[in-house]
């Protein structure tokens, strides 16, 4: 059923005055089909749409089953409530590895509250040996649109963007799957108050640039966000683990880490990343909160990462609250503000392991060949008399207010080929140690 209705616009002339004009607006309302495939049926009214300069094409109550439906510009899609479009769990049914597809379009979307489910399409051709369709695979599109729409089962990604610009993804669900949005050479994304429980990670990708995620709900068996970006903000979240989903091929559920460097030598990177400000975030029970390895670090040797900022995180349940390896050039800088960082209670000395890579130091607290690094009252809290934070090879360390929880009276921090050290007002278990030797004293400063 094709509904034509038109739509008042106020447009604003060159003096300052208004004028109105008429706009037509296509919809095409879908009704579901029974238990058959509706692929044609919605392809020719997505077809329709595009033919008469766009549209919306709107899902009425009720299961529609189909394969590859390829988006056009200008069209969008509007999913009422209890709306279900449920993918074919034979791959043959589908074409460009996805459920939706589009390339080099524009003003392209999805709205409302109905829900895609991508069935876990096995493909036994596919990546893994079973990985079927992304959920929604874009390729060189701008202006996209998501809002409100949810996906489960995503037989891949459930949201693919590779050279793609301003994406706004508001109020979006994504339940199980493999990774959430996975976005590689894409620019200028906001991301906001959307839920992401994902087997996979939750935000990936490589080569971005411009992203604001804010007001997230996020939930992985594996990384919460293992990204390359120039110019990253997140706010307001809340990252969480085990996983809801188990991850699919390691057959786990742990969270691995809330925040972890991603630029892959084989995309060919060319961005560096930096630019991170991480604010207002709280961390619960994942294995690393944050991972830079690029001496060895699985998939983070493309290019190295710059610089970020952490402000008000709370972070709990750790096996490991940092872990640095810079590159050889010293670029990487890091400053951490009225932060706290605590060990899980009850769990043993950490793997020294990260996705295959060994990694140099046990501490909870790692950090080695980097530019400078400033902590600003920090809490650190580690029932051991472990060393908690270590540095080694940089060129500036600044400590300031930083109160050490072990429950030791053995000193917590070591230094070693450091350039510059500064250190103001230290605690130890709620004592001020500014001054004070300890034992073992372990401090050995590079001139």
Not at 114 to 131: A, Q
Request: overall charge neutral; charged content about 25%; some cysteine.
């Amino acid at each position: 059923m094709l509904i034509i209705f038109l739509q008042i616009a106020v447009i604003l002339t060159g003096n300052g005055e208004t004028m109105t004009r008429e706009e037509k607006k296509k919809e095409i309302v879908l009704k579901p089909a029974g238990s058959t495939l509706m692929t044609g049926l919605i392809q020719q009214a997505v077809d329709k749409c595009a033919v008469e300069g766009g549209g919306t094409v709107h899902f009425t109550e009720g299961t529609y089953y189909s394969g590859t439906i390829q988006l056009k510009s200008k069209v969008t899609f509007h999913l009422d409530k209890g709306v279900l479009i449920q993918g074919s769990d034979k791959y043959s049914d589908y074409k460009n590895d996805a459920f939706f597809f589009g390339k080099d379009l524009s003003d392209i979307g999805f709205s409302g509250e109905g829900l895609i489910d991508g069935v876990d399409c096995y493909n036994p051709k596919g990546e893994e040996g079973f990985r079927g369709p992304h959920c929604i695979r874009l390729i060189n599109c701008r202006n996209i649109v998501l809002d409100g729409i949810g996906i489960k089962n995503s037989a891949n990604w459930a949201i693919n963007c590779r050279n793609c610009s301003y994406g706004n993804v508001t109020n979006v669900t994504i339940r199980g799957g493999h990774d959430g949005l996975h976005t590689r050479f894409c620019d200028h994304f906001t991301v906001k108050e959307c839920d992401f429980r994902t087997g996979d990670d939750a935000f990936a990708g490589n080569d971005n640039h411009d992203f604001t995620v804010s007001d997230c709900l996020i939930n992985t068996s594996c990384n919460g966000f293992r990204l390359g970006c120039l110019n990253l903000t997140v706010k307001h979240c809340r990252l969480w683990g085990p996983g809801e989903s188990m991850h699919k091929i390691q057959k786990r559920n742990n969270m691995l880490s809330a925040f972890v460097h991603f630029s892959p030598k084989d995309e060919k990177p060319q961005l560096l990343s930096g630019n991170w400000i991480i604010e207002d975030v709280t961390v619960e029970n994942v294995d690393h909160f944050f991972m830079y390895n690029f001496k060895n670090g699985l998939w983070q040797t493309g290019q190295p990462f710059t610089s970020v900022r952490f402000e008000h995180i709370t972070a709990s349940g750790l096996l490991n609250a940092y872990y640095i390896k810079g590159d050889t050039a010293h670029n990487f800088n890091m400053s951490i503000n009225n932060s706290s960082f605590t060990f899980r209670d009850g769990s043993e000395k950490k793997e020294e392991i990260f996705e295959g890579a060994k990694l140099e130091s046990p501490e909870f607290f790692y950090a080695s060949t980097f530019g400078r690094i400033s902590l600003k009252n920090i809490i650190f809290g580690k029932k051991d008399s472990s060393v908690i934070l270590s540095v080694e090879s940089g060129n500036k360390i600044i400590l300031d207010r930083i109160n050490f929880n072990t429950g030791s009276e053995l000193q917590p921090f070591r230094f070693y080929k450091i350039n510059d050290v500064q250190l103001h007002k230290l605690f130890l278990n709620d004592l001020d140690i500014t001054g004070k030797p300890l034992k073992p004293i372990r401090i050995m400063v590079n001139k």
